[in-house]
């Protein structure tokens, strides 16, 4: 008899901890979720993106013209003139590397072209439109080692 009672008191303690925790459970993924959601859309809507570095293409210059990034990231050049259009073309102007490694082809104002740069090494490149202004050429992406220490 006071076995039974005990182990029928113990039964409903359990019973209302777990569910408690349950609750609690649920409210913890739900504010997870919430979290994953917000960071997601913060990404989405044009935030910096690990692994990634901007070009401005910008009165017919690459804003940085130098940049220097890690093997395996990516670069992303965004044309932001209001009328010209761009190359980001692999190489220099009138060699026979000239778009050998990459080439956009013509980027209208507002449009990305986004490459990974797998390789070390320094790579230039140009805008095969207007490759006689100084601010289209001799642009470069220097591919460091991943793992050498900052
Ligand atoms: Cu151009």
């Given amino acids: 008899m006071q076995v039974m009672k005990d182990r029928t008191g113990w039964c409903c303690r359990k019973h209302v901890g777990g569910r408690r925790l349950r ?68 190489g220099n102007p009138g060699e026979a590397d000239a778009g050998v490694i990459w080439d956009s082809g013509g980027l209208p104002p507002g449009q990305t072209f986004t490459r990974q740069f797998d390789d070390l090494g320094t790579f230039v490149y140009f805008c095969d439109i207007h490759e006689n202004d100084p601010g289209m050429r001799d642009a470069t992406v220097t591919v460091e080692p991943a793992d050498v220490p900052p």
């Fill in 23 to 90: 609750t609690t459970g649920a409210a913890a993924f739900a504010a997870f979720v919430g979290l994953f959601l917000t960071q997601c859309g913060t990404t989405d809507s044009g935030g910096p993106e690990e692994g990634i570095t901007e070009v401005a293409i910008l009165n017919f210059t690459f804003v940085p013209k130098a940049i220097t990034i890690k093997q395996g990231e990516r670069v992303r050049w965004t044309n932001r003139e209001f009328v010209a259009r761009h190359t980001v073309t692999s």
